[in-house]
């Protein structure tokens, strides 16, 4: 493996040789350390973030109120934020962003109305009937961050499936902003009024999750908590699983492109420049056969990037987390993103679609030149809510299922119950339980006619 930097103009991105390497060779354990990625400190951020957690725990919304002062730098006396705040953020949105938003709200719900499994009744055996049941849960928490931007999207990706489950009452948090007079941006309230939602907090942080779980006198306690967020967010959610559901622990943005000779090199350097965009943290990989793909990119970074608006924070992800890797072949650049798991796969390359279908470990995949990154951030209808820092491994992007409960209705007759009865016994005194075999017979004696 040969490892080099660029020195042109474009930032510096680090090639990454591992040509000559074949795919049952390009593993997690063998790649650990080599392909980039932001590492987050998240047991350090639980040390300082349950302290917060405990504290709203006790003291409720005094508690949340005060951490929003000291953390946001905003004097609120309520959490809650007025109804009339909402509707005029609604009334005073851009008509062309409530278009889009209209539109995003629409293809999601489509999207997610899909993914309801249906009832499933079975018969494991004559007389005994057991049914799969999806149930939503009560009450959901959806947080929508601040932080370098506003992310009315986000309130799209979180609402929309929440309510295609058949969520009840759903309750949106999301920081104040000074500039908006101690509410979160209007885009956010915008958002939130589209789609019906009157419940939104002030609040942001581990502090708006901890009231989310426990609950506070403005804000009744959630079943599950969703939404992206920073390393505090991600900390509180792990100290609060358990004491409600979690999506998962997002970190920072990252994205992943398998190509080829055929990729237009234009349409790599815009869409690593867009992931980059959101923050210094951001991952991007381009994992490529054609040895010359990275200098036709380097010569579009180096076109585009003036032209970016953000251009200093996309400088610093791309010198800090981005790499090129060179393989021999598509077998071994798709092992390589799957080592990698990344949030986000574009595949651009010849046959895409037949690549995209045997990667295994992708949050969502983009297939083709047509599918940028972008489109799913706003309007495929897919969620953009996706896991992040190696863990589409084992997570899946959100979706209705973490606001759906499985439950198991039983139903047995008597013969049925009586034909089982000694398997029951069996069972239950290889276990030592005793009792739980005196809870059939007593149903259904045995042949000598004890109970």
Not at 259 to 272: E, H, K, M, S, W
Request: aromatic share 4%.
């Amino acid at each position: 493996m040969r490892v080099t930097s660029d020195s042109g103009a474009s930032p510096v991105i680090t090639l990454i040789d591992l040509r000559g390497r074949e795919a049952a060779g390009l593993t997690r354990p063998a790649l650990d350390g080599v392909l980039p990625r932001a590492a987050l400190d998240v047991e350090r951020a639980v040390e300082l973030v349950r302290p917060v957690c405990e504290d709203v725990r006790a003291r409720g919304g005094a508690a949340v109120r005060e951490y929003t002062r000291r953390f946001d730098g905003v004097d609120i006396a309520h959490t809650r934020v007025p109804a009339e705040a909402i509707a005029h953020a609604l009334r005073t949105l851009d008509p062309e962003v409530r278009d889009a938003l209209t539109e995003a709200a629409r293809r999601a719900r489509v999207v997610h109305e899909a993914q309801l499994p249906d009832r499933k009744d079975t018969e494991p055996a004559p007389g005994l009937s057991v049914s799969t049941r999806f149930v939503p849960v009560q009450r959901a928490g959806v947080y929508v961050p601040g932080g370098l931007v506003a992310y009315p999207s986000s309130v799209v990706m979180n609402v929309v499936p929440a309510q295609a489950a058949g969520v009840g009452s759903i309750a949106v948090a999301s920081p104040p902003q000074r500039e908006s007079g101690g509410l979160p941006h209007p885009a956010v309230l915008a958002a939130c009024a589209l789609l019906g939602i009157t419940e939104v907090h002030a609040a942001g942080g581990a502090q708006a999750l901890a009231m989310f779980a426990y609950g506070t006198d403005e804000c009744a306690p959630a079943d599950v908590i969703t939404g992206p967020g920073n390393v505090y967010v991600a900390a509180a959610k792990r100290i609060l699983h358990g004491t409600c559901g979690i999506d998962g622990e997002n970190g920072p943005t990252e994205i992943a492109i398998i190509a080829d000779r055929t990729a237009d090199p234009a349409f790599v350097a815009a869409d690593l420049i867009g992931q980059a965009e959101h923050d210094e943290l951001a991952a991007c990989l381009l994992i490529t056969t054609d040895p010359d793909l990275p200098a036709r990119v380097d010569k579009e970074l180096a076109r585009q990037l003036p032209a970016t608006k953000h251009r200093e924070r996309v400088e610093i992800a791309l010198r800090g987390q981005a790499g090129y890797v060179l393989v021999d072949d598509i077998a071994a650049a798709r092992a390589v993103s799957d080592a990698w798991a990344p949030e986000h796969l574009e595949v651009q390359t010849q046959d895409a679609a037949k690549v995209a279908a045997r990667v295994r470990n992708a949050g969502a995949i983009f297939v083709g030149p047509y599918s940028p990154v972008s489109l799913g951030d706003y309007l495929a209808g897919s969620n953009h809510v996706l896991p992040t820092g190696g863990t589409a491994r084992h997570t899946s992007g959100l979706s209705v299922y973490p606001y759906l409960k499985v439950v198991n209705v039983i139903e047995c007759d008597r013969d049925s119950l009586s034909g089982v009865a000694s398997r029951v016994a069996a069972l239950g005194g290889a276990e030592d339980l005793a009792a739980h075999v005196a809870a059939v017979r007593v149903r259904v004696p045995d042949a000598s006619g004890e109970q």
